[in-house]
């Protein structure tokens, strides 16, 4: 590749995350700029190059994880980079590479009965596929080495699904752990002592979580006050009516769609609920699948600022401009993974 096109790209990837940190979740409602009708799920650029042109500009710019796209929008790539758009309604995925570039996204045809409904349920996945506030990547970067205290990471402040609980908190040194559940009245629920890990799995054959009931996760070490974070279990109706709404959901996207990209939606769909627990959990599972996938973990940054985890959303940030071209120091393999 040569030294300009290298250069290029890095200019426009840099310039592309810190646009992404700064837009506001209101960037994609309706009427501004144009409906939005889709999503950029996946990107791939090894040795070329994705680029949009949005409608009615002249500019090419360089196509950002889970950005989104308007009627008119086109995308081009170069070489052996491809992308991958899903779009609303029954248009399913589709993927841009070089025998398809350049792609005009299409206007959405007009739905009925599930296939509307569809379409709305993508639109509230959507919304939540942007950042929630503006602060430039390069800003955030500078707080990760900062010490303190373990931080609950999750399940903080927030519902859970029923089912399987998996507790994350920070390490803080070579310290040891106490991990408290404590329910109403102060009462201790479980308690764990003396761990030298920072996750914990919530035993089957624990005491049983009641739905709707605020618990309060707890950590404690010798040296540090103790960490708080609440979460309540989402009651099985609830969550049953949501899992409904899923399956419409994935429904409408046809078998066509991969499993990457069927994964972001589900996570940006979870969390537009407040469900950042089980959208986190989504979001990591997939990345195991697919490491070299930025969207995975440019959301990651997005849930974690939502969180109020500034260190964990530059972590998540850091690891999604490895990922972009230009920008990668470490090789292929030797990435950092998100916890």
Do not use: C
Request: no cysteine; hydrophobic share 40%; proline share 8%.
């Amino acid at each position: 590749m040569n030294l300009g096109l290298r250069a290029r790209r890095r200019r426009g990837w840099l310039a592309a995350l810190v646009l992404l940190a700064a837009t506001s979740r209101a960037g994609m409602g309706l009427g501004q700029g144009g409906e939005v009708v889709g999503v950029i799920t996946e990107l791939k650029s090894g040795r070329g190059l994705a680029e949009i042109r949005p409608v009615g500009e002249s500019e090419w710019r360089p196509v950002a994880p889970l950005q989104a796209v308007r009627p008119g929008d086109i995308i081009r790539v170069t070489e052996d980079a491809w992308t991958a758009i899903l779009l609303t309604g029954d248009q399913g995925s589709v993927v841009v590479d070089t025998i398809r570039s350049p792609y005009r996204v299409p206007v959405p045809r007009s739905e009925k009965g599930k296939l509307e409904k569809a379409r709305e349920l993508m639109l509230v996945s959507l919304r939540f596929l942007r950042p929630a506030k503006s602060e430039p990547v390069e800003r955030a970067l500078v707080t990760r080495s900062e010490e303190g205290p373990p931080t609950i990471v999750t399940p903080r402040n927030g519902p859970v699904l029923p089912g399987p609980l998996t507790i994350d908190w920070s390490r803080a040194g070579p310290v040891r752990y106490t991990l408290r559940i404590i329910g109403p009245d102060a009462t201790v629920v479980l308690e764990r002592v003396d761990l030298g890990v920072t996750r914990f799995e919530y035993p089957p054959g624990g005491p049983a979580l009641t739905p709707g009931v605020r618990y309060t996760v707890q950590i404690n070490t010798a040296v540090h006050p103790a960490q708080e974070a609440w979460f309540e279990v989402l009651d099985s109706g609830r969550a049953r009516m949501l899992e409904a709404d899923l399956r419409d959901l994935e429904g409408a996207f046809g078998p066509a769609v991969s499993s990457s990209t069927r994964a972001t939606v589900r996570a940006g769909f979870l969390a537009s609920h407040g469900l950042i627990h089980d959208a986190r959990r989504t979001l990591l599972l997939a990345a195991g699948q697919d490491p070299d996938e930025p969207a995975f973990h440019v959301m990651l940054g997005h849930l974690y600022e939502v969180a109020g985890l500034k260190r964990e959303a530059a972590a998540a940030f850091d690891t999604a401009r490895s990922l972009l071209p230009g920008t990668a120091d470490a090789p292929a393999g030797g990435r950092a993974r998100q916890r």
